[in-house]
């Protein structure tokens, strides 16, 4: 039994025979005598050659030269250099000569969709609606978000996607490592509520035992429970479930919620700072760490760079500030109005040509358009302590100072619209868990899969989940 090797040492084994497990890329026949394949070892890629002769027979040949594509594969051969650089693979200097090959699980055919196609970029908006449209300057169609997803196990095996997903687990991973530094603690909260956290209709209602529950739309709650529960930095990585009835590229009914919650001392600026600070950390520590794997993304798909400020300041701009620069550039948009999403991007734009950056905080909302739990703001009773973080023009997190007084909590929820009940059940503990002391505080709450959308350039947020859910979604 010769050992099993990783590809990329092949170089070690020149003239020598080895063992490696693989996929087949495909495979073909030259002639009766003779075959070509090309296998792949994760991000490795290798030509394979068989020819008959005393020890092969023209039956083995045959059979190598008709492996399915996708197949995986036990190779063992002899690691021969060429004198020409091989172009279709990773390997270019050597190609191994076949003595043995043993399919260990065959692929059907036909392929639903092809790897290679998965490597493409989604047609026209990517939101699905498309499929099979002719690429510009490409001859093959593009195949559409439906078929892919239809098809995730395959189509996850492309280089591209894998290295979205690796720029998915850095987030994570660097989101603990700066806030783990700072203090925080992570929790876990519970996902089976008694109320909807969040408020609305967007809440999903499961039958549980002999009563209802729901899923949670946020951990909003909790945190701030924690906060009154002398926990005084928390954070938590967790799935967020949302009854958004709506497919729009940038909304889904599960992802993954990045959140945390703080006490401050003096001002809710001092939550902003760490949001603001934690965002240029994961940026830079992305060029820094994830280089490749965001170049590869973005090439396939065509996107610019990511901009940062120059001077390192992420632009914080006040809510009404922005509507008037809205206005300027001939938005028709009220001082008090929700953002429409073109106005965003638009903003986005703005914010871009001024400050030379495509992350920045909008400051000081309206009281109006925000949650009921969100601090007035104490210089004009239409504003509030909270604010958003943008990407490109798009929201990644909302955040405020938290009102932790029991009473005036209670007298938001009555006047908000709609309102809510302070003593429902699963709102009645909530409340009460502020009568008993609690410092100022305030958090946010970011959606991963759109940090990663944004950041890579992606047109469709389904691109960033592994198995996404929404409304029209539950499977594979
Ligand atoms: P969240 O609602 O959780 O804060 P969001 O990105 O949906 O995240 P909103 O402030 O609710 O943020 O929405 C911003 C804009 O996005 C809205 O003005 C609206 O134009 C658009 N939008 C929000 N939700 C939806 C949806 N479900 N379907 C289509 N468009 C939406
Ligand atoms: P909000 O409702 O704005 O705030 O949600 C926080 C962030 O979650 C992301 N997000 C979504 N991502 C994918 N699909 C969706 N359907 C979706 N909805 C929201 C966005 C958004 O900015 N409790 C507050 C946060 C806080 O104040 O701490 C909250 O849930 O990136």
């Known amino acids: 039994e010769t050992p099993r090797v990783d590809l990329s040492t092949v170089a070690e084994h020149e003239d020598k025979e080895i063992t490696f497990r693989c996929w087949v890329e495909n495979a073909r026949s030259q002639s009766a005598k003779l075959a070509f394949l090309n ?20 039956q083995m040949v045959k059979f190598c030269g008709t492996v399915s594509t996708e197949s995986t594969l036990v190779v063992t051969g002899l690691v021969k250099r060429v004198k020409e650089p091989i172009k279709s693979a990773t390997i270019k200097d050597f190609e191994i000569h076949i003595l043995k090959l043993f399919v260990e699980a065959k692929a059907e055919i036909p392929l639903p969709l092809q790897v290679d196609d998965a490597e493409r970029p989604l047609p026209d908006t990517g939101l699905g609606e498309e499929e099979e449209k002719p690429a510009e300057g490409d001859a093959r169609p593009l195949v559409g978000l439906n078929t892919r997803l239809n098809n995730r196990t395959i189509d996850l095996r492309a280089k591209v996607n ?57 951990p909003q709650f909790y945190k701030q429970m924690l906060i009154a529960s002398r926990f005084q930095k ?49 940026f830079n520590e992305l060029n820094a760490r994830y280089k490749k794997e965001t ?34 550039a001939g938005e028709e948009v009220g001082d008090y109005d929700d953002l429409s999403t073109p106005q965003e991007k638009h903003l986005g734009r703005l914010v871009l040509e001024k400050y030379g950056s495509d992350f920045y905080t909008l400051d000081q909302f309206p009281i109006a358009i925000r949650p009921a739990y969100t601090m007035p703001s104490p210089s004009n009773p239409l504003l509030s302590n909270s604010y958003d973080l943008f990407m490109r023009g798009q ?55 759109r ?25 594979p």
């Open 39 to 58: 296998l792949r070892q994760g991000l490795n890629t290798v030509q394979a050659v068989i020819a008959a002769s005393d020890k092969l027979s023209k």
């Open 162 to 218: 894998h290295a979205i997903f690796v720029v998915k687990s850095g987030v994570c991973g660097l989101f603990q490592e700066f806030l783990s530094k700072q203090g925080f603690t992570l929790v876990q909260t519970p996902k089976i509520l008694g109320a909807a956290s969040e408020g609305g209709a967007n809440v999903f209602e499961l039958k549980y035992f002999d009563r209802s529950a729901y899923l949670a739309q946020s």
């Open 234 to 282: 928390v954070m938590e990585i967790g799935p967020v479930f949302r009854a958004e009835n709506s497919n729009t590229a940038r909304h889904l009914t599960e992802f993954t919620g990045l959140d945390l919650e703080m006490e401050f001392q003096e001002h809710y600026h001092e939550v902003m700072r760490v949001l603001e600070d934690l965002m240029l950390f994961i």
């Open 295 to 328: 170049d590869l993304v973005r090439s396939v798909y065509h996107v610019d760079d990511f901009k940062l400020p120059e001077s390192g300041k992420v632009p914080r701009i006040p809510f009404l500030e922005g509507i008037k620069m809205l206005r300027e």
């Open 395 to 449: 929201e990644i997190c909302s955040g405020a100072q938290r009102i932790h007084s029991a009473e005036l909590l209670a007298s938001q929820m009555r006047k908000h619209d709609p309102p809510i009940d302070p003593n429902g059940a699963g709102t009645k503990d909530y409340v009460d868990s502020f009568r008993y002391g609690c410092p100022p505080h305030g958090g946010g709450g970011f959606g991963l899969e």
């Open 451 to 475: 940090i990663v959308q944004f950041w890579l350039g992606l047109p469709n947020i389904r691109m960033t989940s592994l198995f996404p859910r929404d409304p029209q979604r539950v499977t």
